[in-house]
């Protein structure tokens, strides 16, 4: 990584509030060129609060905008950080027309051409996407970062019409607690305690909301520009990794959004910025690539990006399983369409006589961290586990290797014998010692097999034949190794499990595996500049004297019980160069008996304190979030405690019952 110091503009960077219309006051910090010309704005636009969380990541790249002739801008949603205002429902309409007002605030700035790009990762990439939707006219250019066109079936809530549990719980946990922190009373003076507990008054956790809507409703739609991709008439740089969930939305952004107007890239990557050198590598100069993104939009200089191909991707080669890779090896390659004319659809006839498939209910636990951010444990290990609580399929690679790209995508001829049930499917390579390296993998809700909008219970005893895509990848098969089809009823805790479920029989006659085979080409002329960064923020990192296991499988083999906990290391203690002192704790457990669909549940417990010693400020938050089941319900438990001083200010407790049904 190169950290820069030198740029073509000198910069200054203000705090300053934006008014809304109805009179609210955003929370924002700019960053601006020394310069008498005006400039076009980047915003970033995000709940995870400038002053502290993202700050770190803040000062690595908005100052390198700014730097290159930028107002690059980074603004608090509202309820969230310094921002006032109460929190909301993700991505809900009032952000999205809160975002729309500071775009046009922007533009409408002394300093501003007139001409604003947004971009962001994760949340910031997905509501970049939802408010180019809505059209705000200053808006021309997006660069959206590990995010997703479908709210429902490509993000943290369900896949495949199942709810994907490992995430729909922690991240609904994950968002009490964070939307649980008290504004800075160094930014926000004595206000900070007025509203910090009005506040916790109308906090109400995202769960809730989730849970109630198991199938593809009105709820699912609102912000899911995959509704209307017309609507779209900025500008998009979509970005995705392979080992990234929303690595997708990439393949369907270049396919339906205008080519003249659209470019795709999908590296190696988990979910994080290509330029962090954070495993799986290599790192690129994406901050160099995303300018001229800005520069041919923004400023209308032609660069030569859109003279690049419409999609470019990364092509893995064979890997040995493990859990993180420094860098994988591969290359990238080329296409000028989507779906590329180069990828031919190749099926592979599954053989054998009709097979039981009825796992036992821990199977998934070797899945790996649905969101990988590049630390020690989060990829999947060897999969010969996973493979024997499933039914396997394998396919010799003849003399030249198979290179896929894109969505492989499996047809099963099952009888189902219960009204509800659960495919899984995964892709794996297999090495000639056995080492089984799970490449990507797709999951089914039988109920969902018409339609993610509807429950279609399975008739007993009936037999059809459903099909399902699996998750994007680039990836090369070499010869001596096997394909090889993996087929679960269970995966736990990415999925679920359904009540009275119990597995299916799967006939090969009439099912298959289809792989986006691509011809082996070598694209030289693909090159990226090397990582380089603004200087980082001076931000101490206290180690932890006692670090927990990232992920660590418990078996209690008299009961039939595993337990997985999981610390997913977000940041632990940090100390800022103001000052502030900010701790985090996270822990998540999953726990199932392996042959009882009904004893699933999961909790999350979460512990935050914000402290400044030159304020005696010491603030404090507690939370505990718990799913569990029974035949007819979810059952959640939300409690929430925040601390003053010691002090307890406000606590909370929310008990509900949701109905299951689809989930």
């Known amino acids: 990584m190169h950290v820069r110091t030198d740029f073509p503009y000198v910069t200054t960077r203000e705090d300053v509030t934006i008014p809304l219309a109805d009179g609210t006051h955003l929370y924002a910090r700019i960053w601006r060129p020394v310069t008498d010309e005006p400039v076009p704005a980047l915003l ?30 980074r603004v608090d949603v509202r309820g969230h950080g310094n921002s006032e205002g109460l929190p909301g429902d993700e991505y809900d309409a009032q952000e999205l027309s809160d975002g729309v007002e500071v775009v046009n605030w922007l533009a409408e700035q002394s300093w501003c051409t007139g001409r604003v790009g947004m971009f962001g990762i994760s949340w910031g990439g997905f509501n970049s996407l939802q408010i180019a939707a809505l ?44 939307v649980s922190r008290p504004p800075d009373p160094a930014q926000v003076g004595d206000a900070w305690k007025d509203m910090w507990l009005k506040r916790l008054d109308a906090v109400d956790p995202f769960i809730h909301t989730w849970l109630s809507h198991q199938t593809r409703d009105d709820y699912w739609r609102h912000g899911s520009v995959c509704e209307d991709y017309s609507k779209i008439d900025a500008a998009v740089l979509a970005v995705g990794g392979w080992h990234d969930p929303y690595r997708d939305t990439v393949l369907r952004l270049v396919e339906h959004l205008d080519p003249a107007k659209v470019r795709g890239l999908i590296g190696p990557w988990s979910h994080q910025y290509p330029d962090r050198g954070l495993p799986p590598g290599p790192a690129i100069g994406f901050l160099q690539e995303t300018l001229r993104w800005w520069d041919q939009h923004l400023k209308e200089e032609p660069t030569g990006i859109m003279d690049e191909p419409l999609l470019r991707s990364w092509i893995s080669e064979s890997h040995p399983p493990a859990t993180a890779y420094p860098e994988l090896p591969g290359r990238w390659v080329a296409d000028a369409a989507w779906p590329s004319p180069l990828v031919t659809p190749v099926t592979y006839g599954l053989r054998g006589t009709p097979v039981v498939v009825d796992s ?39 003399q030249a290797p198979i290179e896929i790209l894109g969505r492989a995508k499996v047809r099963l001829r099952l009888t189902v014998d219960v009204p509800r049930g659960q495919a899984i499917a995964r892709l794996c390579d297999v090495a000639p010692d056995g080492s089984s390296t799970l490449v990507t993998r797709g999951v089914l809700n039988l109920s969902a097999r018409h339609g ?37 009823s269970a995966y736990w805790p990415w999925i679920w499990p359904q009540a009275g479920s119990a597995g299916f029989v799967l006939d090969p006659a009439g099912s298959e595996l ?18 380089e960064q603004s200087a980082p ?23 039939g019980e595993w337990k997985l906990e999981v610390d997913p290391r977000y940041g632990g203690t940090r100390i800022y160069p103001d000052g502030l002192e900010f701790t985090e704790d996270a822990l998540e457990t999953y726990t199932i008996d392996e042959r009882d669909p009904l004893s699933a549940r999961t909790r999350s417990d979460w512990t935050i ?39 307890v200010v406000f606590h909370r407790v929310w008990e509900r019952r949701i109905p299951r049904t689809a989930g």
């Open 44 to 73: 970033e636009y995000l709940p995870y609060r400038l002053s502290d969380w993202t700050a770190p990541r803040d000062s690595q790249r908005h100052p390198w905008y700014a730097g290159h002739g930028y107002a690059s801008v």
């Open 135 to 178: 059209a705000p006219e200053p808006l021309k250019a997006v660069v959206t970062v590990c995010s997703a066109d479908d709210r429902y079936d490509n993000d943290v809530h369900y896949t495949g019409g199942s709810v994907l549990a490992v995430d729909m719980h922690a991240w609904a946990a994950t968002m009490l607690a964070f």
């Open 360 to 398: 036992p209910m821990h199977t998934g636990l070797d899945a790996g961290r649905f969101f990988p951010f590049g630390n020690d444990s989060d990829l999947p290990p060897d999969q010969r586990d996973e493979d024997a609580r499933s039914a396997c399929f394998d396919f010799p690679v003849p």
């Open 452 to 488: 993610r909008d509807r429950v279609d219970a399975w008739t007993p005893g009936a037999t059809e034949t459903v099909e399902f895509e699996l998750n994007g990848i680039g990836h090369t098969f070499p010869p001596g190794h096997r394909v090889r089809l993996s087929v679960s």
């Open 514 to 531: 289809e792989l986006p085979v691509r011809p082996h080409t070598e694209f030289p002329d693909i090159r990226f500049e090397e990582p």
């Open 537 to 559: 923020l001076d931000v101490e990192f206290p180690a932890d004297p006692d670090p927990r296991p990232e992920r660590l499988v418990v078996r209690d083999v008299a009961k």
């Open 609 to 647: 304190r914000l402290r400044r010693p030159e304020r005696a400020w010491d603030t404090e938050i507690t939370t505990r979030s718990e799913i569990t089941c029974d035949a007819a319900d979810f059952l959640t438990l939300n409690e929430v405690t925040c601390k003053d001083g010691g002090e």
